[in-house]
């Protein structure tokens, strides 16, 4: 538990300050009812959030964020540990993020159920935090956005989110981080062609993990394979050349590297402007994806489209109404039902 002093009232409910000056102060306890705060799904706690969130922003931006994934068994929680360790020993401040959609599709989730990175989550200087569960993959990544940005406010200056090498969630932290870390096996030439080319096309960076012992021969033909596909394919970021490295989480040999590669990148892109850039661009992406989200929900629990829906649904698979019609039907019916009395288009 952490030993620092806690000047914040027990019993009574945090007030916004509470929680900003918390952050600020880099509080563990008030950082982690932050980030609860944060995750919480009620209309209160969100509103109260935001609050909070304004007043951290101007103490945010100032990280590296690490995006790391990789399959089920890739080393990612052995690495993360063995990295994240290294890094606080070097002075550096490491928070850990996950984002796990599977929690809500499955029920269970893929990365929070073990014990992970147990020296970590016991380190003064790292904060781990498993994924907000439930929700939508749009939901889970607002919590994450918002959590990353409460971890830099409590000078978090590593940001580690990680995710499970499935589906979409990799695009989503690509969409939230600086630098994208792929985590791979050692495995057959073939293999790489097909599924892995997809994560190789938006990674800043490979490591082929397990490069120890008999495995070691087979890391290093990997690496090989890798970077020849590499070749070919369009770089991550925009001037920079992704690579395949090895190393052993196990061992720890190769993991000083990642560090060297990731701060090689971030002179790199600091340098050429693409990482000012890439945040900016992400910020706007993220904004919209809002926008759409938050549309689209306000559009289908409407009760006039609801009501609506099937009718026009029906007509569509009828050929009695075009798609374009039937949408257009919905959406004046949806307008009308907003807005009362709103200017019905003539048509
Ligand atoms: P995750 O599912 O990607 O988080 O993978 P884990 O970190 O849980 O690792 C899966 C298994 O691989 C565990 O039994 C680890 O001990 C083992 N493992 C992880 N990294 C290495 C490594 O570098 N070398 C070897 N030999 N085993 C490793």
């Known amino acids: 538990m952490s030993k620092e002093k806690n000047s914040f009232p027990k019993r009574r409910k945090l007030t916004?300050?509470?929680?900003?000056?918390?952050?600020?102060?880099?509080?563990?306890?008030?950082?982690?009812?932050?980030?609860?705060?944060?995750?919480?799904?009620?209309?209160?706690?969100?509103?109260?959030a935001q609050e909070v969130l304004k007043k951290l922003l101007p103490f945010t931006g100032n990280s590296i964020r690490i995006?790391?994934?990789g399959v089920p068994g890739a080393g990612k929680s052995t690495l993360i540990e063995s990295f994240g360790m290294m890094l606080c020993e070097e002075g550096h401040r490491v928070a850990v993020?996950?984002?796990?959609?599977?929690?809500?599709?499955?029920?269970?989730?893929?990365?929070?159920?073990?014990?992970?990175m147990e020296s970590l989550s016991k380190s003064r200087n790292a904060?781990?935090?498993?994924?907000?569960?439930?929700?939508?993959?749009?939901?889970?990544?607002?919590?994450?956005?918002?959590?990353?940005?409460v971890c830099e406010a409590a000078g978090f200056d590593v940001i580690l989110v990680e995710t499970v090498g499935v589906g979409q969630s990799e695009i989503t932290v690509r969409s939230m981080v600086d630098f994208f870390l792929v985590i791979m096996l050692t495995g057959a030439g073939d293999e790489l062609q097909g599924i892995k080319k997809g994560i190789m096309e938006i990674a800043d960076a490979i490591f082929v993990n397990k490069a120890d012992g008999d495995n070691k021969r087979k890391a290093l033909s990997?690496?090989?394979?890798?970077?020849?596909?590499?070749?070919?394919?369009?770089?991550?970021?925009?001037?920079?050349?992704?690579?395949a490295y090895t190393c052993s989480a196990l061992t720890g040999e190769g993991i000083p590297e990642i560090w060297k590669v990731i701060s090689d990148y971030k002179e790199f892109a600091t340098n050429s402007g693409v990482f000012e850039k890439r945040r900016q661009n992400q910020l706007l992406?993220?904004?919209n994806s809002m926008i759409h989200d938050q549309l689209?929900?306000?559009?289908?629990?409407?009760?006039?489209?609801?009501?609506l829906l099937p009718e026009v649904e029906k007509d569509i698979l009828d050929g009695k109404l075009s798609a374009t019609l039937g949408v257009h039907r919905l959406i004046e019916s949806f307008m009308e039902s907003r807005f009362h009395g709103g200017v019905k288009e003539k048509r």
Do not use: C
């Not at 984002?99 to 992970?116: A, C, H, N």
């Open 296 to 307: 689209k929900s306000m559009f289908y629990s409407d009760e006039a489209v609801k009501g």
């Open 127 to 149: 904060f781990v935090r498993p994924s907000p569960s439930g929700g939508t993959l749009g939901g889970v990544t607002r919590k994450s956005r918002e959590t990353l940005l």
């Open 222 to 243: 990997t690496k090989a394979d890798i970077n020849q596909i590499l070749h070919y394919l369009q770089p991550a970021t925009e001037g920079w050349t992704p690579r």
């Open 97 to 116: 993020l996950a984002v796990d959609p599977s929690s809500s599709i499955s029920g269970g989730s893929i990365l929070g159920d073990k014990t992970r």
């Open 285 to 287: 992406d993220w904004t």
């Open 16 to 48: 916004v300050d509470d929680y900003v000056e918390g952050v600020l102060s880099r509080n563990r306890t008030i950082i982690a009812q932050t980030i609860t705060l944060v995750e919480s799904n009620s209309l209160k706690h969100m509103e109260m």
């Open 67 to 69: 995006g790391i994934t």
